[in-house]
């Protein structure tokens, strides 16, 4: 079984901005590796949290704030069951990818001596880059990097040597969002598991596409935005192994996140309080699980399945233009295509298509060192969701067409 046209006609009702025009032309989003839509079940679950049960969790005895706690944290439940990991309390919720990093990054802080060596990949977004420096300018860790291919994958041989007794913990992207280069984790995390390092899976990217087994991976950590899987803005998931974040400190004091607090001592709460300190994103950690029940009532395998149908259509199709190039031509990537024509800046080219309805994003796409690596300045890069079709296919290359004509 395959999602039939009919299928996705029906699930673009789902998504009212879908319905929309930009300057006069029906709208195209194709930016979907920035961030997703939001289905309209989601968008329900937001005004019903706010129109009948909004109310600070955890503390209160009264009704609104004892719906709001079972909601939240049937949320939790339902992620955590999302990723299969072993327990609820695995699962923190976060403000997102970011925050879910810089929060793993802080904890080894207290972890790392001087001398150590942290591993990152050279596909890497800078929100899995930047902590990392910052951790080895605080300890004296030595951050070493594994390089990339001429296609945008990675290159295991410079990994294989990379592995040593001094190596504490490999951060890698389960999938790149600049190139769609689907990275080989588990092979990762089985080499890094045998010279004792942990292994942090930046799943920003994957998750839209692929539903993770944290169990069966065997990750350490594994992280994402909810708002790249149909969610809201400011949420994400840290999933981490239950003797991982006992050995981690936490990450910010306050409220929530203790057990008992004198000017003495503070003791902390249990897992997952110990590292959601104050108010969270109640609203937007229940939204988040809608964002998931959404998708898996569609299927990630026809998900996956449909989206890999529009990228061989697309490249194909990109492929016809003259001077076109494409960056990442990994055999297993996601339906993201980083692009330029000749020598035209990709601003120019996402100027000209953003007039013609058509969202894609130019520029380095927060991966510096990749676009170093081509020794270019960005790409155009389009992104497809399930809830493309191929006419919208059709009629971005037309258009791309006449803007490479316009512009050279
Ligand atoms: C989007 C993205 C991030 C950052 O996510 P935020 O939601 O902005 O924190 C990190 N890594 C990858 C691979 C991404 O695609």
């Known amino acids: 079984m395959a999602l039939t046209n009919q299928d996705i006609l029906e699930i673009r009702k789902d998504f009212p901005i879908l319905q929309r025009q930009v300057n006069g032309k029906p709208l195209i989003y194709f930016d979907n ?102 951790l080895c300018e605080k300890t004296g860790a030595i951050l070493k990097v594994i390089p990339q291919t001429e296609s945008g994958e990675l290159d295991l041989e410079a990994f294989n ?50 539903k993770p087994d944290v169990q069966a991976l065997d990750a350490d950590f594994y992280v994402c935005s909810a708002h790249k899987i149909c969610g809201p803005t400011g949420v994400g998931v840290l999933y981490g192994k239950e003797e991982w974040l006992t050995k981690l400190p936490p990450y910010q004091g306050g409220g929530e996140m203790i057990d008992q607090v004198t000017f003495k001592k503070t003791t902390y709460a249990g897992l997952p309080h110990k590292f959601e300190a104050g108010t969270p994103n109640i609203c937007g950690g229940i939204a988040t699980a809608a964002g998931l029940d959404y998708m898996n ?48 800046h990709p601003y120019d080219i996402g100027t000209i298509l953003d007039k013609l309805g058509i969202a894609v994003r130019t520029g380095h796409h927060c991966a510096q060192p990749i676009m170093d690596f081509y020794k270019i300045p960005g790409t155009v890069r389009a992104s497809f969701s399930f809830y493309n079709t191929k006419e919208e296919i059709d009629i971005f290359v037309a258009s791309l067409k006449r803007a490479v004509m316009m512009l050279s």
């Open 33 to 134: 590796a920035a961030t997703s839509q939001t289905p309209q079940p989601v968008i329900d679950t937001i005004v019903d949290y706010y129109s009948n049960y909004n109310a600070n969790i955890h503390r209160g005895v009264h009704t609104l704030s004892q719906e709001a706690t079972d909601k939240y944290e049937e949320a939790r439940i339902t992620v955590q069951k999302h990723f299969n990991a072993a327990q609820p309390y695995e699962i923190i919720l976060t403000a997102g990818t970011t925050h879910a990093i810089n929060l793993v990054a802080n904890g080894f802080a207290s972890i790392l001596k001087k001398g150590d060596e942290v591993l990152v990949s050279a596909l890497e977004h800078h929100s899995n880059i930047v902590p990392w420096q910052i």
């Open 161 to 210: 040597k990379a592995m040593t007794p001094d190596l504490k913990i490999v951060f890698v992207n389960h999938v790149s969002n600049a190139l769609g280069t689907v990275n080989p984790i588990q092979y990762i995390i089985d080499q890094a598991h045998k010279v004792g390092a942990a292994v942090l899976i930046d799943g920003a990217q994957a998750t839209p596409h692929i």
């Open 297 to 344: 009532n569609i299927g990630f395998d026809m998900i996956a399945a449909y989206e890999q149908q529009l990228l061989k259509y697309a490249t194909k199709e990109l492929l016809t233009i003259e001077g076109l190039k494409i960056y990442g031509t990994s055999k297993d990537k996601t339906a993201v295509i980083s692009f330029n024509v000749g020598s035209i």
